[in-house]
């Protein structure tokens, strides 16, 4: 049997207990450490099994008046706690800011000491290696580099590239949607339209980028991946062209020449659309995983463009033509590296990168 004033003076005691804890933890710890030992102290005082929970086990033996009065008792003794936690990360976080402060002043610029650096120094992820190399090759050919937003409109992913609403070809793109209607750029191609109005013909643009995908992840799919879209417009432009452009790019990314053939390819926004594969330069042609045994790899879907994005664009078709092609940049890399699983590109482990010690220029 316990009475009522033991049981007060229970709470009275654990009160004090927890408010002294508090203080502790705020004055005397390190604020990176404080949120965590506070929700610890929370779960020891209020949580289920906790101290509270167990004092009012006691609450069976007293009579009901008395059991009201402890009630009410306890309830503000909560309501204290909860305060008391609450200031407290207010506090913290106000130590948070002001450590922010200070760190501003730590001066940026200055390089790390050599040998630090050897061993904890960044390195530059290998897409953005081979991008920057990209960018060279395309600016020395006249190439202007263009940005375009990540959240799309369905208009510049889909319908100004010729995919009207009811396109069986919008499925081949499993797509994320915003809560607000909008998507997830599923190719650089969603940058073709903006790029047509912005730049005015005859213009050549490159546009790198992030791209997203509904996929399910596995070594030879991401969500998350990158692209380099290519686009030419001029007065006259034909397959020839495309082909020699294709060719030059290859051989100037592998450093060495490169054999391409054409395949037919469906893309509703170039007509013809082809698929350009190369020789595999892992096996030379005789066949192995990376091409899966056929000797050709898969790298560039292209096309002329067609008409009705030329419109898109605000264009005449019968005074302007068009090239474009889609450079799957994972796909390249892993090529370029011998890489054999995607996820390693986004998989920030630092083994991986750390391999790729490569300067940009
Ligand atoms: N946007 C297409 C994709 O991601 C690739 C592509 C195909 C781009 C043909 C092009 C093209 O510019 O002409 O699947």
Not at 40 to 51: A, D, M, N, P
């Amino acid at each position: 049997m316990q009475s009522k004033h033991a049981i007060l003076d229970a709470l009275e005691k654990m009160r004090g207990e927890f408010l002294e804890q508090v203080k502790k933890i705020t004055e005397e710890l390190a604020f990176e450490h404080q949120a965590g030992k506070l929700e610890e102290l929370r779960i020891e005082f209020l949580g289920k099994k906790g101290k509270l929970t167990q004092i009012l086990k006691g609450l069976a033996s007293v009579s009901p008046q008395d059991r009201a009065e402890i009630g009410k008792v306890s309830n503000q003794l909560k309501v204290e706690f909860s305060n008391a936690l609450e200031q407290a990360k207010s506090k913290m976080k106000e130590k948070y800011y002001a450590s922010l402060h200070d760190a501003e002043w730590i001066d940026m610029s200055i390089p790390p000491a050599a040998e630090l650096h050897q061993h904890f120094g960044g390195s530059v992820h290998p897409i953005s290696l081979t991008q920057k190399k990209l960018e060279n090759i395309f600016t020395s050919m006249g190439f202007s580099i263009l940005d375009g937003p990540q959240v799309e409109t369905d208009y510049y992913n889909f319908g100004a590239l010729n995919f009207t609403d009811d396109h069986p070809a919008r499925e081949m793109q499993d797509t994320f949607y915003t809560e607000q209607g909008h998507l997830l750029r599923t190719h650089t191609s969603a940058v073709q339209v903006r790029g047509m109005k912005k730049l005015k013909p005859p213009m050549r643009m490159i546009v790198p980028g992030r791209v997203f995908r509904y996929e399910e992840v596995d070594a030879s799919h991401e969500h998350t991946f990158y692209q380099m879209e290519g686009m030419i417009l001029e007065k006259e432009v034909s397959v020839s062209h495309l082909l020699y452009l294709m060719q030059t790019l290859l051989k100037e990314i592998f450093e060495s020449e490169v054999e391409v053939r054409l395949r037919p390819g469906y893309f509703p926004f170039v007509e013809p659309g082809f698929e350009l594969d190369m020789r595999c330069l892992l096996c030379k042609g005789e066949g192995c995983s990376v091409c899966k045994k056929t000797g050709w790899v898969e790298v560039l879907p292209c096309g002329l463009v067609h008409p009705e994005v030329i419109k898109s664009g605000g264009l005449n078709p019968d005074e302007w033509q068009g090239a474009a092609f889609g450079l799957g940049l994972n796909r390249l890399v892993m090529m370029e590296h011998n890489i054999e699983d995607i996820r390693l590109f986004m998989g920030a482990h630092v083994p991986f990168l750390s391999q790729f010690k490569e300067i940009l220029n």
